[in-house]
């Protein structure tokens, strides 16, 4: 019975190759969702880990609002804040930072990167051992005219050291000169975002506003924990300009855990057609088996017909079942 049940199997080599692939694409198309979502996660955390890893402590405003999507709207800090959190001791820097919307036009005149890509995002390039990017060629900006780019970004657009970018922001557009080429600690540009920096005054001025950043990003000498380094700024910071410091480790923690919120979505809409797939792929199996079992009727009654009992002819049925 096994010989026959592999002969009738093979007999039907069209009908056993399509049902085998709905099964491949069914638990692939699932199998290849969970892969992706894990990889994509990793990808991250390893990302702001090495970003964020040179980064003790982190100033921020106490005021927020919950945005859309998870996550939270933080107020913005005074840049004056700065110099109280410099004279605090066991600080050895600190750099501001904004992150605001940016968009970089490109030489044909469009926007670079897709409208429902990667996020645009405009910063500050700063010298301090504190910020987050690192000159690959070039210089950092000077004045209200000049800007850098990440090395993705520029490589995209085909944009040299000194060619003129325009650059749109939620409070215009304007013409900077490019005067370098940054990387994000040490990858050209972030999950495939843009990035266009501008030294800390214009960077306020064009994304935010003038006087104000969005946080400030400090390290230690070393002298003291992270949290007793915590605790000092926030001891030294004015009430008034309503800041809290957290360390950063809870940085870290915080924007990996937002960043898996927002893939999150994306991992539920992939599983859900995942899921469809693997319906349809059940549906077709039991309508091949529906089918093949209405055919094999005469096939079976032979089959008992010389001599074969019930149970074998089950059995020939589920060895083609296996077989699949």
Do not use: H
Request: include cysteine; proline fraction near 4%; glycine fraction near 10%.
């Amino acid at each position: 019975m096994l010989r026959l049940s592999l002969k009738m199997t093979l007999a039907r080599k069209g009908r056993l190759f399509l049902t085998s692939l709905a099964i491949i694409l069914g638990t692939g198309f699932l199998a290849g969702t969970y892969i992706f979502s894990d990889t994509l996660n990793s990808t991250f955390d390893r990302l702001f880990s090495d970003v964020f890893k040179d980064v003790d402590a982190y100033v921020r405003s106490s005021s927020f609002v919950e945005a859309e999507f998870g996550g939270e709207q933080r107020g913005s800090a005074p840049i004056s804040a700065l110099e109280t959190v410099l004279a605090v001791p066991g600080v050895q820097a600190a750099a501001p930072d904004v992150q605001g919307y940016a968009r970089i036009i490109g030489k044909d005149g469009k926007p670079i990167g897709a409208d429902n890509g990667p996020p645009t995002f405009g910063g500050i390039a700063s010298a301090s051992v504190a910020g987050l990017w690192n000159i690959e060629e070039g210089r950092l900006p000077v004045g209200p005219t000049e800007m850098v780019m990440d090395k993705a970004t520029a490589k995209a657009g085909k944009f040299a050291l000194g060619d003129t970018v325009r650059i749109n922001a939620q409070s215009g557009s304007r013409e900077f000169a490019m005067v370098g080429i940054v990387n994000y600690g040490d990858v050209s540009s972030p999950g495939g975002a843009t990035f266009a920096l501008f030294d800390q005054p214009t960077a306020s001025e064009f994304l935010l506003k003038p006087g104000f950043v969005d946080a400030f990003l400090v390290q230690g000498d070393g002298t003291v924990s992270d949290k007793q380094l915590t605790s000092a700024i926030n001891s030294a910071l004015s009430p008034a300009d309503k800041l809290e410091t957290i360390t950063g480790a809870q940085i870290t923690q915080e924007t990996q855990d937002q960043i898996g919120a927002v893939l999150s979505f994306l991992t539920l809409f992939l599983t859900a057609f995942s899921f469809i797939a693997l319906g349809i792929g059940c549906f077709v199996i039991y309508n091949v088996f529906s089918i093949t079992t209405a055919q094999r009727l005469k096939e079976n009654a032979l089959l008992r017909a010389i001599g074969a009992n019930k149970r074998q002819v089950v059995i020939a049925m589920m060895v083609e079942a296996l077989i699949i």
